[in-house]
């Protein structure tokens, strides 16, 4: 599916309990496209290319760590509502991660790289620097898997508040 031209997708609706539980409970196998991706805007027709929809949550993967990074992401995010969990390549030593914070409301597609710059460079400023390589609005992000058991490095869910997203943009 995912050499497929073009990537398409079906669009599955999920609330936030089950969306997290998903997105911070592995699955275990040699790749990372074993179970799928999903993206955090609406994808007409299911074209991946096509998710010029509104956009649920604000993502941004952090490559650039080292040891306990996942631990410093979720520290100043606690007070947001999200998760922090590990990426595929991830490991001890660099534990890459992957932070997705909820919204108020959904963005739109004018507002998403507004609120995505933002939301970068608050991160920034907190010392967590994301990929902004990652900021494509229809973006797929793969599901959480990890090599093995052993490999696992624990993910975070985050109950503190949703992004007030008026505030954000204004």
Same mark, same amino acid.
């Given at each position: 599916?995912?050499?497929?031209?073009?990537?398409?997708? !079906?669009?599955?609706?999920?609330?936030?309990? =089950? /969306?997290?539980?998903?997105?911070?409970?592995?699955?275990?196998?040699?790749?990372?496209?074993?179970?799928?991706?999903?993206?955090?805007?609406?994808?007409?027709?299911?074209?991946?290319?096509?998710?010029?929809?509104?956009?649920?949550?604000?993502?941004?993967?952090?490559?650039?760590?080292?040891?306990?990074?996942?631990?410093?992401?979720?520290?100043? !995010?606690?007070?947001?509502?999200?998760?922090?969990?590990?990426?595929?390549?991830?490991?001890?030593?660099?534990?890459?991660?992957?932070?997705?914070?909820?919204?108020?409301?959904? /963005?739109?597609?004018?507002?998403?790289?507004? =609120?995505?710059?933002?939301?970068?460079?608050? /991160?920034?400023?907190?010392?967590?620097?994301?990929?902004?390589?990652?900021?494509?609005?229809?973006? /797929?992000?793969?599901?959480?898997?990890?090599?093995?058991?052993?490999?696992?490095?624990?993910?975070?869910?985050?109950?503190?508040?949703?992004?007030?997203?008026?505030?954000?943009?204004?």
């Amino acid at each position: 599916r995912f050499g497929a031209r073009p990537q398409v997708g !079906l669009t599955v609706t999920r609330g936030w309990p =089950a /969306l997290a539980a998903w997105l911070t409970t592995p699955s275990y196998a040699n790749n990372k496209e074993a179970y799928g991706a999903w993206c955090p805007a609406v994808l007409e027709g299911g074209i991946v290319k096509g998710g010029r929809g509104p956009v649920s949550l604000l993502v941004a993967d952090v490559d650039e760590c080292t040891v306990g990074g996942i631990e410093r992401s979720a520290g100043p !995010l606690r007070g947001y509502a999200g998760l922090v969990a590990p990426t595929f390549n991830a490991t001890r030593e660099r534990p890459k991660h992957r932070i997705a914070l909820r919204l108020s409301r959904a /963005l739109t597609p004018d507002e998403f790289p507004i =609120a995505w710059g933002k939301m970068a460079r608050t /991160l920034g400023h907190a010392g967590i620097v994301v990929d902004r390589g990652c900021k494509n609005i229809n973006r /797929l992000y793969f599901a959480c898997v990890a090599r093995s058991p052993e490999a696992w490095l624990g993910a975070h869910v985050l109950i503190g508040r949703a992004i007030d997203v008026e505030s954000m943009l204004h």
